[in-house]
């Protein structure tokens, strides 16, 4: 791409950034990004976020939804992990490490002694410029973490995750459905209108 058109792009990304309801509102509040809201959303549907919840977010950065969380939880615990570095956020302890790794999932479980209430996911995958490939990229990373969950949550503990409507959709759906009670998908009104994203809502472990 030449020099122009990235400089025109960025322009364009610019205006509309500010034209952005949620931009300026995350600016006014002191949220990190835009995405609290979703957070901020998917809790007054769902009501999972409790005073006392022991709670784990994963791919935090930069921190908006570990804000959110942190003016609910007051009495419990709260744990963020990302591979970039995230700023201190309060009553939040962070470690920066993949989760994917089974030394984290060490460290997560030394950390809280005990299983969780809660695992909230806003991850997704680098965009490549490809929204298919993109898209199955970010559901691989959701399927990763409702297995993951499955070993830390407890029986009617709440999974919270991120994923795109495609061509796996389908798989990662069944995929929930056969480790969770319930089961439901919900596009809270503040993502962007053109993202294909919806977020997963997991309550209750089935029994073995």
């Known amino acids: 791409m030449k020099k122009s058109k990235r400089v025109k792009k960025s322009n364009f990304w610019k205006i509309k950034q500010q034209r952005d309801p949620f931009f ?11 995405a609290s809201f979703k957070l ?3 809790n007054k549907k769902y009501n999972f976020i409790k ?32 591979i970039k570095e995230m700023s201190p956020v309060k009553n939040v ?20 002694k005990s299983n969780l209430d809660i695992v909230i996911s806003d991850m997704a995958a680098d965009t490549t410029g490809n929204k298919s490939l993109d898209a199955i990229r970010t559901n691989q990373l959701c399927a990763d973490v ?19 409507m495609g061509e796996d959709f389908i798989e990662v759906k069944n ?10 998908f919900f596009k809270p009104v503040s993502s962007k209108k053109e993202s294909k994203e919806t977020y997963l809502h997991c309550e209750g472990l089935k029994s073995l």
């Open 146 to 164: 409702i297995n993951f969950s499955k070993n830390i949550l407890k029986p009617r503990g709440v999974l919270v995750s991120k994923l795109f």
């Open 175 to 184: 995929l929930a459905k056969s480790i969770f009670n319930n089961v439901n």
């Open 93 to 112: 302890k962070f470690i920066k490490a993949d989760i994917l790794e089974n030394d984290t999932k060490r460290e997560i479980i030394e950390y809280f």
């Open 51 to 82: 005073k006392n919840s022991y709670l784990l977010d994963l791919g935090s950065y930069p921190g908006g939804w570990s804000q959110v969380a942190s003016q609910i939880i007051t009495k419990g615990m709260i744990l963020s992990i990302d």
């Open 40 to 42: 901020i959303e998917l």
């Open 24 to 34: 300026k509102k995350s600016k006014t509040l002191g949220y990190r990004s835009r």
